[in-house]
């Protein structure tokens, strides 16, 4: 099903996205403040909310949609500030599980705590109108 887009629909989506970047600026500001960089904040959150076992740094890069070397250069400085720590996987000695000190930890809980009450406060704004049916319109502005 084909559709023509609508003011509604860019009005939505517009919405949508500047919600979500006044998020991410907030947020980067509230890492700041605490003492870390954005990167390790997201990177603290990757560690701790990793399903299963403690992940590797593959898995990390994955969760950050970064390359794998990146994230050795941000987990490596995240050990330098004691928010992060390397540990061999109990069976299999080639790999390398990342946790939270008890640092990391702490600067996690207090963020994390801080964001998902921002959330509460501001949810996302996202009409589910924008998602019924198909948008195949290449128009301008109207």
Known sequence: MTRTLTDGDYA??????DRLRRFLHWSEQQAIDAGVTPAQYQLLLAVRGHPGAAPTVGEIADHLLLRHHSVVGLVDRAVRAGLVERRPDAG??????????????????????????????HPPVFDPALLDGDADDEGGAT
Do not use: I, W
């Open 12 to 17: 939505g989506l517009l919405a949508f996205r």
């Open 92 to 121: 299999d000695l080639r790999v390398v599980r990342l946790r939270l000190t008890q640092h990391g930890a702490r600067v996690l809980r207090r963020l994390a705590g801080s964001h998902l009450a921002e959330l509460h406060r």
